[in-house]
Nanobody, 117 residues
Framework: QVQLVESGGGLVQPGGSLRLSCTASGSIFRIWAMGWYRQAPGKQRELVATITSYGSTNYADSVKGRFTISRDNTKNTLYLQMNSLKPEDTAVYYC???????????WGQGTQVTVSS
């Protein structure tokens, strides 16, 4: 049974940095393409960054040059390094496969990122 657990969010000032982590259990994580998604209040969930099983990455235009997605298959962990954060990056951040799966355990609780002075 799969469970994806996000962590690392928090409150940060504009221009600051955060590193999010997503740990996968009960899975064959290493063969999955993965993604980070986010949902801001009153908005639809959007795809932020993706990474293939072999490490090829892609980013939404809004975060390109500021965010870096990476993975450690030995630890079943996905990361999102977020630099130069802006108030518009405020959202709940989730990890999931790419494309996302809806079975139990794939959409976790997410981790809240708040960018505010």
């Amino acid at each position: 049974q799969v469970q994806l657990v996000e962590s690392g969010g928090g409150l940060v000032q504009p221009g600051g940095s955060l590193r999010l982590s997503c740990t996968a259990s009960g899975s064959i994580f290493r063969i999955w393409a993965m993604g980070w998604y986010r949902q801001a209040p009153g908005k639809q969930r959007e795809l932020v960054a993706t990474i293939t099983s072999y490490g090829s990455t892609n980013y939404a235009d809004s975060v390109k040059g500021r965010f870096t997605i990476s993975r450690d298959n030995t630890k079943n962990t996905l990361y999102l390094q977020m630099n130069s954060l802006k108030p518009e990056d405020t959202a709940v951040y989730y990890c999931n496969t790419n494309p996302p799966r809806t079975s139990h355990g794939y959409w976790g609780q997410g981790t809240q990122v708040t960018v505010s002075s």
